[in-house]
Each structure stands twice: as structure tokens, then as C-alpha cells.
């Protein structure tokens, strides 16, 4: 039986499968074994005579391949028996006849809806029929019997499915008479009848083929796992969560705390029953009540602290009228030094060096001339003789050891004569050098300008080569004045500290000190202006905020301090409002001003940078803050200063 009798489907599901085999045995796909092998069946050879043609292309594989090929081959030829049998069963069962729409819905169907056009009968080519025809005058083989089976079940589950469209179409019908609705329902059931017994034959047939592919209902046993052909226990894989979440719900679940059993205490003689599990309990909140007159009692102090308020208010201005506050707030001021001053001493320091006594008792009488004139000390008076000291002539600290010689200031005409003449002077000496012959002579400057006045006959025998020397001349030029200029060039720590030395002074001869009185200093920006120029002209200080006294204490420079002090008495406007807004108590408020009140040099500073300090209560805490840098005596200034202002 040659090739084409397997018909154009199975030969091609036979090139395919000689195909994957060619590729498993070679390791790569070969169209031209394929072809060969399928020629050979045509040609109806035997096994033998194909492997001597196959020989060359599989060469050891050929015998295995030749088998199994033959083998493929007679298995697509039973199978095609199998269905032509199965084909020609199928028709000649009876035709089940269709129904009608007149048979459901009856007479009341409209004459224009010929249900006989809605029909659809189905065709067949000739070479169908010839092929149908011809199957069915074979004989089948078992295999061509189970292949058959198989097909026949197919095409009765396409018809199931069909029957069952229909009868749901035919259940959506809204309006059904009686006598149609007993029609269809008899046939549905008959249609159905019909469908269970050919399942039933089907199932039997499947049962005796054991055809693989075909799924069959899982067995279980008492306790529910699934068993295998042979009855054992398949099994299965339990799917284990990978997500965290569902990992801690999962161990959530797992573990449970158990609470132990009474009867623990009898049949464990490990357990402690002092280590009880308690479960994680939420204990409600209490609700916590007032006292009775709570709020009364701070709405009285609240009044009593208002009237305090009011009455010193009141005391204060009575006494400001009459002059009693200032006269008591020297007087504070004057008791608060003495007490703190040291008692006075018996003898000063400076007398002792003189005085044999420790006292003055004996200083009333005067010392003879006798006594003066002798080599030895009075007996009243140490170290005192005819002799004259003549102490060594120092100048003072703060004094320049000698004066600078003062510069002379030129006018713009001078100094350009002055630039000239060294720069004649400077090329006097070159030239000097040049006719000496210690250096050559410089080359001629040749620009595209005067290329034709310098170089005349060299310009006109070749001007394009010219052009490109003076062009490169020039460059070379650029090139040079570029590189002296980027020498000059300060680079960035040169820069910086350049403007270091701009901003910072020489006090090693002596610090300047301003201190600077403010009546109101709680404008933010104000603040903020006083720290920040205190930072760039590099001052070292201290603003000190009271809520009676607001000083500022400056050390730096000449230089920095006279910019300073124009930025607080002049530009600075000190009456601008927080907000910048207007309230009806401006006229009455006092206008905010910064005075002056110290200004002086030392030899050291006071303080080592720029700080701000915020005293909040007693005043005398601010003397108290200051008197850790000895300059305690600025902040009686200030308060002097607030008294003499108050009078005016």
C-alpha cells in the first residue's frame, strides 16, 4: 500500500513526525532525510531497500529510524480503516427528522416566514463522497475500529452540543402556545433519551478501547486522597504561601495559645501555676471628673494677678509724675555697688611699699629735713632718701612704635606720566640689550593689515602661504597673552583669602569697643541685620536681649566699628513695626531709638566670637551673665541710661 492511499492529512501528519525524529537522532532538522524517506514509501520498498537509500544521510541511526517509520506508517493505515468503518455505521443509522416552526408555534405563523428557506442542508464535494464511499466498502481492523470510535464520539459531542443550543433557543421563546410548548417538550425529552443512550454506548466502547488522552474520574478512598491504578496513595502537592503576609497569617493560624488545664497542677508536677497566660486585654479608660470650684478657683487668682497689674500700673505712673521712681532707682543702683564693692582697707595697696606702719597714726607728723638728707631710711617712711629715681620712659600700649610716613596721593595725569615714562625706560634697556647683542632682535609684528607694507615681494610671490604664517603669528600671540593672564589669576583660596585680609584688622595694638543701647528689639529683622553685618565685618561681641535693657557690644576695628556705628545711628530704621502695620496706639507708643552709650579700645577682647543671649525674669541676671567676661559695668551704663531717658 503506497503512501498516497493514507490521504493529504495523515501523509503530512507523517512528514511532521518523520520530521521531529530526524531532528532527535541529528540534533538539527533535515528536509532532504524527510523527503527521502517519504519517496521510499511511495515507492512501496521494503525496510531493507530503504535503509541502503538512508544509509549515507543517518548512517548509524538509519536501521532505528527505517523500524519505526514502517511502524508509523502501518498505525496511520489502521487508523484509516478504523474510521472508514465508524463512517459508514454512522451512515446507516436512520435520519432523525427536524422539526418545523409550524410544528411548534402551529398555524398563527405569518405567510411571509417560509421556514423552509431558514433550512440548511449540508453539502459535499465530490471527492467527499468517492472518499466516503470507498472507506465504507473496507474492511476495518481493531485499530481502524478504535480510531473510528474515537472520531464517532467527537462528532456526537458536537451533536449534543448542537441539540442543546437548540433547546436553549428554543426555551427563550416568550410567546409559546400549549399545544406547541407539549410538542417541544416531548421532543426535548425524546432528544435527550436519545442523547443519554448514545453516551451510554459511547462510554462502554471508550471503556473496552483504554485509548490514551481520554480522562477518567479520579478514585478516592475512606479518607479522601486519590489512589492510582494500582490502589495506592498519590501525593499531592500542598501549596505554600511565599508572600510575607500571607506567611504570618499562616503562622498566625499554626500557633495557638492554649490556656492549661486545671487539672495541670495534678498531672504535671513541672507546672508553676503562678505563670498563667493572659490574654493581651484592652483596659478602658476612666473617666476622670473635676473637682468641685476647680475653675473657679483659677478664674479668682486670674483676677487677683489682672488687679495686681492694674494697681502696679497705676503706682508706677503716680511715681513717674512726681519723680519718685528715678530717685529710687539710683539709689537702688548706688546701694547695689557699695554692697558689692570690697570694704575699704586699713592701708592701700600703693602705701604699703612706703608706710613701715600698718596704719596712718604716725603720717600726721612731718618728716625733718635731717632725716631727708641722710643715706638711710626714716623710721616713718621705707625707701624714701635724698636720692631721685628717674623711672625708664615707655610708651604707651596702644601707641604705634613709629609713625607711618604719610602717602601721597597723585592725580590720574601723574600717574599715567608715571606709567609712560618706566615704560620708555623699560624699552631703553631692551634696546640697550639688542645693540649689545646680548638678546635678538624681536620679530616683526605682521598682522593681515600691514602684511602687504611689511612683507612686499614675499606677499606677492606667495600670498596664500604668507597669510597662513602671519594667521599662525597671531594666534600665537592670543595664545601667549591668554597664558600671562591666567598666571596672574588668583585661584580660589588666593580669592578667599584676599578677601579675609579686605575684611579683617590688625588689634594687636588695641581692640575698638562700642556699646550700643536699644530701648525695643523684638523686631526679628532688626535681629537679624545686627548679626549679620557683626558676622561680615568679622567683630566679636555680644547682643544681650532684656526685657528693660536691649545692649549691644561690639569689638573689632577702626575701620569695621565706623561702618557699624553709621549702619546703627543712621540707616537703621528702629520705629519699623513687626508687621508693618498701624495700630490706633501708635501716636501714644514711644519711638524706639538706639543710643550710643560706650566707646573705647582695649588691649584684649571681652569675648571670643559674635553671640546672642536671651535673659528672661530678673534683670540682674544679665549682670550676673556678663559678669563672666568682666564687663559688668556696660550694664549699668544701660540702666543709667534707661533712668536718664525716662526723665526726658
Known sequence: MSVETLGKSRTEQLRFWAGN???????????????????????????????????????????????ELYLRHQQLLEDKKYDTKEIATIQQQPKIKKRGIEDVFGDDVEDSMDYSS???????????????????????TPAEQRAFDEMA?????????????????????????????????????????????????????????????????????????????????????????TLKVNLRESKRKNFKMEKPDDNLTVTNPYFDPRMRIKGATRQPKAMKFNESGKYIQLAQKQRAHSKLEE??????????????????????????????????????????????????????????QEELTRSVASPKYREITHLIEHPLSKPPPGAAETAPPLSVVLTKKERRKLRTQRRLERQREEQEKIRLGLMPPPPPKVRIANLMRVLCSEAVQDPTKVEATVRAQAAERQKKHQKANSERQLTKEQRGAKKM???????????????????NLSNPQHKYKVETNATQFMFTGLMLLSK????????????????????????????????????????????????????????????????????????????????????????????????VSEEV
Open 21 to 67: 525524529k530526524v531532528k532527535d537522532l541529528l540534533g538539527y532538522s533535515e528536509d532532504t532525510v524527510v523527503t527521502a524517506a517519504i519517496a521510499c514509501l511511495g515507492r512501496r520498498l521494503t525496510e531493507g531497500q530503504t535503509k541502503e537509500q538512508l544509509n549515507p544521510l543517518l548512517e548509524e541511526e538509519t536501521g532505528k529510524f527505517v523500524e
Open 118 to 140: 431558514r433550512k440548511v442542508s449540508k453539502m459535499r464535494l465530490p471527492h467527499e463522497q468517492e472518499e466516503e464511499t470507498r472507506l465504507i466498502q473496507t474492511d476495518l
Open 153 to 241: 464520539m467527537k462528532q456526537i459531542n458536537k451533536l449534543r452540543e448542537k441539540v442543546q443550543k437548540d433547546e436553549d433557543r428554543k426555551r427563550s421563546k416568550d410567546s409559546i402556545n400549549k399545544d406547541g410548548a407539549k410538542a417541544y417538550l416531548t421532543e426535548a425529552m425524546a432528544s435527550k433519551d436519545r442523547a443519554s443512550v448514545l453516551q451510554a454506548k459511547i462510554s462502554q466502547r471508550m471503556a473496552t478501547l483504554n485509548l490514551p488522552g481520554i480522562a477518567k474520574a479520579p478514585v478516592l478512598d475512606k479518607e479522601g486522597r486519590t489512589l492510582d491504578s494500582s490502589g495506592k496513595a498519590i501525593s499531592v502537592i500542598k501549596h505554600e504561601p
Open 311 to 368: 494697681l502696679q500700673k497705676q503706682i508706677a505712673a503716680t511715681a513717674k509724675k512726681t519723680g519718685i521712681s528715678t530717685v529710687a532707682k539710683r539709689v537702688m543702683l548706688s546701694d547695689n555697688n557699695l554692697s558689692k564693692e570690697d570694704p575699704v582697707p586699713e592701708v592701700e595697696w600703693w602705701d604699703k611699699f612706703i608706710l613701715v606702719s600698718e596704719n596712718y597714726e604716725n603720717c600726721e607728723t612731718p618728716v625733718s
Open 501 to 519: 585680609a579686605k575684611l579683617s584688622e590688625d588689634t594687636s595694638q588695641g581692640v575698638h569697643i562700642a556699646v550700643f543701647r536699644i530701648d
Open 548 to 643: 528693660d535693657n536691649n545692649i549691644v557690644i561690639i569689638e573689632g576695628g577702626p575701620k569695621g566699628l565706623r561702618k557699624f556705628k553709621r549702619l546703627m545711628m543712621i540707616r537703621m530704621k528702629w520705629d519699623e513695626d513687626v508687621r508693618n502695620r498701624k495700630n490706633q496706639d501708635d501716636d501714644k507708643r514711644p519711638k524706639n531709638k538706639c543710643k550710643l552709650i560706650w566707646e573705647g579700645t582695649r588691649k584684649t577682647r571681652y569675648f571670643s566670637k559674635f553671640a546672642t543671649k536671651l535673659i528672661t525674669g530678673d534683670p540682674s541676671a544679665a549682670k550676673e551673665y556678663l559678669a563672666k567676661y568682666n564687663c559688668q559695668n556696660f550694664w549699668d551704663l544701660a540702666v543709667c541710661e534707661s533712668i
